[in-house]
């Protein structure tokens, strides 16, 4: 099979270093690099970014095989390892840069994203509206070498024990069958 079957992801999900680590699990996800999207500023750093200045998300954009995963089940993965109802927040990170977007590739991927947001109000699965921000890609900067694999190379790290952890752990027990 070659490269061409690949198809791409882009969701900011809070903290990169959680979207990342979910998604690096997920069957059918070859490759996840964290990075910022629907910003203003060219080539932003990490440090800009902190700012909330920038109007960039940090966002984990997703390599996959359709034939094994498809975008609905990503989609599914992503409403289901975040809080969409917060504005600007997942938990203690706070910011537009941890704003719940889907950054839709092709009008397929949005029409996909609006059902699936559309269903997910329907169903009252959320006490609170749902906030996720639903955007074609604008540009995309994959982040700095040191966040990639960020939780895998430094899992002992305090974020990663008390934050990424915890998330990695519930969205195994809860999607086992999407499992690598």
Not at 44 to 73: M, N, W
Not at 133 to 156: G, R, V
Request: glycine letters at 6%; a neutral charge.
């Amino acid at each position: 099979m070659g490269d061409n079957k690949l198809e791409l992801a882009t969701f900011g999900a809070g903290c990169f270093w959680c979207t990342e680590a979910v998604f690096q699990n997920v069957k059918g996800v070859t490759k996840v690099v964290s990075g910022y999207a629907g910003g203003k500023v060219k080539n932003p750093t990490y440090r800009e970014i902190c700012t909330g200045t920038t109007g960039h998300a940090e966002v984990a954009q997703i390599t996959f095989d359709p034939s094994k995963v498809s975008f609905e089940e990503l989609l599914e993965v992503f409403w289901n390892t975040h809080d969409p109802t917060t504005l600007n927040r997942q938990g203690a990170d706070e910011g537009t840069q941890y704003r719940s977007v889907v950054f839709y590739h092709t009008d397929e991927q949005r029409k996909a994203a609006e059902n699936y947001k559309s269903q997910l109000e329907a169903s009252k699965v959320f006490k609170n509206p749902i906030v996720t921000e639903i955007s074609s890609l604008p540009d995309y900067y994959p982040a700095e070498n040191y966040h990639q694999n960020y939780f895998e190379l430094n899992p002992n790290q305090s974020y990663c024990q008390y934050v990424v952890r915890p998330k990695v752990e519930k969205f195994k027990k809860q999607f086992q069958s999407k499992l690598k």
